[in-house]
């Protein structure tokens, strides 16, 4: 089975701070691990996807295969950061996207 | 535009009464699906339909019954609804070969009374 764990619901900095958002999976083969995001209000998003080893909007997620884990940072939090993230994975032969149960990001000014 | 649409995007009524959504893409995807988010904000998969098959049926209710009348269009309709009804519900398309790449549309609310 495969199963996603964000074990914060909700994480609060300051703007400038360093920001770091933990995702936690378990799955029996070579998962593909993706963040999706949600402004206030707006559709949900895919930010990135480890396979592309990108940064998109200065985050950047490394696929820790050893600790399970895809924690997304960003050096310099801004206020347009704030928004709800979405930690998912999925098989590289599966039907479905499974989807952590998201953290709630606000960064005040 | 290109995107994923849904409507209603707003959805208010009373208990025991049935209802759809429709939802539509022209991303030329292959496979669709319905999610909900509850209250708090946790995001289920219910239904994905690839060209017009379904493929995922999760636990949910036989009250909820999808239809794909073609590759661009997967509606959800429900019967005799009832409070837990009331969430967020979510359509996706994702292209062929990439389902971890999904594209959302913008979320029907149903509030049931």
């Known amino acids: 089975a495969q199963r996603v764990t964000q074990p914060e619901k909700l994480l609060s900095v300051f703007k400038g701070a360093p920001v770091e958002l933990k995702c936690n999976y378990s799955y029996s083969g070579s998962p593909e691990l993706f963040w999706y995001v949600q402004y206030s209000r707006q559709r949900l998003q895919l930010l990135l996807r480890h396979i592309s080893r990108e940064s998109i909007k200065g985050f950047t997620a490394d696929l820790n295969k050893g600790e399970t884990s895809f924690h997304l940072k960003k050096p310099f939090a801004q206020e347009e950061d704030s928004a709800m993230y979405y930690c998912?994975?999925?098989?590289?032969?599966?039907?479905?996207?499974?989807f952590g149960e998201g953290t709630q990001l606000t960064v005040n000014p | 535009d290109t995107a994923v649409s849904q409507t209603p995007k707003y959805l208010v009524t009373q208990m025991g009464n049935d209802k759809s959504i429709k939802c539509e893409q022209n991303l030329g995807h292959d496979t669709m699906y319905w999610y909900k988010q509850d209250s708090k904000k946790f995001l289920k998969i219910m239904f994905s339909?690839?060209?017009?098959?379904?493929?995922i049926n999760e636990t949910v209710p036989n009250r909820f019954s999808p239809k794909s009348p073609d590759k661009a269009h997967l509606n959800l309709h429900i019967n005799s609804l009832e409070l837990g009804d009331s969430a967020v519900y979510f359509c996706?398309?994702?292209?062929?070969?990439?389902?971890?790449?999904?594209?959302f549309g913008p979320g029907t609310r149903l509030t049931v009374l």
């Open positions: 998912a994975l999925s098989g590289p032969s599966g039907s479905r996207l499974t």
């Open positions: 339909y690839n060209n017009k098959e379904l493929i």
């Open positions: 996706a398309s994702s292209p062929r070969g990439r389902l971890g790449e999904q594209f």
